[in-house]
C-alpha cells in the first residue's frame, strides 16, 4: 500500500499563493487516482481536485476553478496543489488521497488512502 504525506501548508493573506506537495512513499504514486480534499472546522469533508494516473485528466470543484491547479511528478512521487488568489472561504485542513481506481472521481469514499493533513489558514 502507498503512505501519503502532505506539506506546504501555513498561514497566508488573502490574494496569496500556497503550493501544496502530497509525497508518496511504499508504492509508485502513478499508479493511483490521487485526490485533494478539505475539510473546514464543522463541515464535513469536501473534494477540492483530482488527478488522473498520467496525469492528462483533471477536475476541480467549481469554488477553485481558474486559482487552483492539481499536478503530478510521477518520477518523484509527488502530487501537488497549487493555489493562487487564496480567499479566507479556502481555510481548511487539505488531504490528499489516492485511488486504486482507473477513473478520476469526486468522491470521498472511493479514496483508498489518506494522508495527515496540512492546516491551511488564509487571513482576510
Do not use: H
Not at 497549487?82 to 486504486?100: F, I
Not at 479514496?111 to 487571513?123: E, H, I, K
Request: glycine share 12%; aromatic share 10%; with cysteine.
Amino acid at each position: 500500500q502507498v503512505q501519503l504525506v502532505e506539506s506546504g501548508g501555513g498561514l497566508v493573506q488573502a490574494g496569496g499563493s500556497l503550493r501544496l506537495s502530497c509525497a508518496a512513499s511504499g508504492r509508485t504514486v502513478g499508479s493511483y487516482v490521487v485526490g485533494w480534499f478539505r475539510q473546514a472546522p464543522g463541515k464535513e469533508r469536501e473534494f477540492v481536485a483530482t488527478i488522473s494516473r498520467s496525469g492528462i485528466s483533471t477536475d476541480y470543484t467549481d469554488s477553485v476553478k481558474g486559482r487552483f491547479t492539481i499536478s503530478r511528478d510521477n518520477a518523484k512521487n509527488t502530487v501537488y496543489l497549487q493555489m493562487n488568489s487564496l480567499k479566507p472561504e479556502d481555510t481548511a485542513v487539505y488531504y490528499c488521497a489516492a485511488d486504486r481506481g482507473i477513473v478520476i472521481t469526486r468522491r470521498v469514499d472511493e479514496y483508498d488512502y489518506w494522508g495527515q493533513g496540512t492546516q491551511v489558514t488564509v487571513s482576510s
